[in-house]
């Protein structure tokens, strides 16, 4: 089995409902999101994808719709209010958490239809999220 990693970076804004911590407020994070694709062979290059490809079709869709946009749940009373002042703002149907955003990476590279087994979201130097989908029941 090959294995192939390919981190993109990229800024973005939340803030978590129902929740006591910290990131019960507006605030930013630098992340970096590790995507990890798998194959049993290889290409006729000696790859399983291209990694320029990979940063071309994911880098694109990080760069118009999470870069310094706010992800906020489609709940937050803030929301009608940060779309109206024309804000960045991507709508997500749960809290925008780490573990979420790494799933909607996952789905969308997936969805490109790339052979991804794993995607791992940084929030901080110090604390990641991974998604992996569960083999035996998706
Ligand atoms: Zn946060």
Not at 31 to 52: P, Y
Request: aromatic share 8%; charged share 25%.
């Amino acid at each position: 089995m090959y294995r192939v990693s390919k981190s993109v970076s990229f800024c973005y804004g939340h803030r978590l409902l129902n929740y006591s911590g910290k990131c019960r407020h507006l605030h930013g994070h630098n992340a970096r999101a590790v995507i990890t694709l798998e194959s049993r062979v290889l290409d006729a290059r000696g790859m399983v994808e291209d990694f320029s490809k990979l940063k071309q079709v994911v880098g694109s869709w990080l760069d118009d719709e999470i870069d310094h946009t706010l992800l906020l749940c489609r709940d937050d009373p803030l929301l009608p209010l940060l779309e109206g002042a024309g804000e960045r703002v991507y709508v997500t149907d749960d809290n925008p958490t780490a573990e979420r955003i790494a799933r909607m990476i996952f789905d969308y590279v997936a969805g490109k239809g790339f052979p991804v087994v794993e995607v791992t979201l940084w929030e901080t130097d110090t604390s990641h999220a991974s998604y992996c989908p569960d083999k035996h029941t998706d």
